[in-house]
């Protein structure tokens, strides 16, 4: 993990990463069943089956435990595939993002995270430290490999590119609530190549 996250070190049991990843996924799920007002440290100890004291060593609130489970859970899911076909890999790669963001544990702690952020500077910064800045890079790649292999526009703007397929998926999840299908996203993707 990034950011202020602490190195975590096994401990004479050599139990401390299982852990630490019971901790995560007990805050996902949480999160999910009560919601964040009543996500509370005790919760997730019980639920993780470690002590509050465990908790507090490793991460000074609920939020860094949240950002923690969702970085950690993006970087698995949100990376792009390469089929050497950037029509379908957008459209994929559009596809996932609006399922993670939608459907996901993770995605409910993005939406909570992102809630909080608007009135605590430091998460704010931390999300866009952490997630956000990564996130856009992987954005980026199936741009950045169609620009290597030759097969787009050299003067294509990839931000306005990216901004133009990415940010309705987010404007949806954030603040309409209108669902995200296939076909939304498909669209987006399409609209976007046939100015390229």
């Given at each position: 993990m990034g950011g202020t996250a602490q190195k975590h070190r096994g401990n004479r049991y050599g139990?401390?990463?299982e852990a630490r990843q019971s901790v995560l996924e007990a805050a996902d799920d949480l999160l999910v069943e009560v919601g964040y007002a009543r996500l509370t440290i005790e919760g997730i100890a019980e639920r993780a089956g470690v002590a509050?004291?465990?908790i507090y060593r490793w991460w000074p609130s609920k939020n860094d435990i949240l950002m923690d489970a969702f970085v950690q859970d993006a970087a698995e899911a949100l990376i792009p595939s390469d089929t050497g076909d950037l029509r379908h890999d957008l459209r994929t790669h559009a596809r996932d993002v609006a399922a993670f963001l939608t459907a996901s544990d993770a995605?409910?702690?993005f939406r909570a995270l992102t809630a909080q952020a608007q009135h605590d500077p430091?998460?704010?910064?931390?999300?866009q430290a952490e997630h956000l800045g990564k996130q856009r890079g992987y954005d980026r790649l199936p741009f950045e490999r169609a620009l290597t292999r030759g097969d787009l526009d050299p003067d294509l703007d990839i931000d306005l590119a990216v901004d133009q397929i990415m940010g309705p998926?987010?404007?949806r999840v954030l603040v309409t609530g209108r669902p995200v299908t296939q076909e939304f996203t498909d669209t987006l993707v399409d609209a976007v190549l046939s100015r390229s």
């Open positions: 139990r401390s990463e509050k004291q465990t995605g409910a702690v430091a998460l704010a910064a931390r999300l998926i987010y404007y």
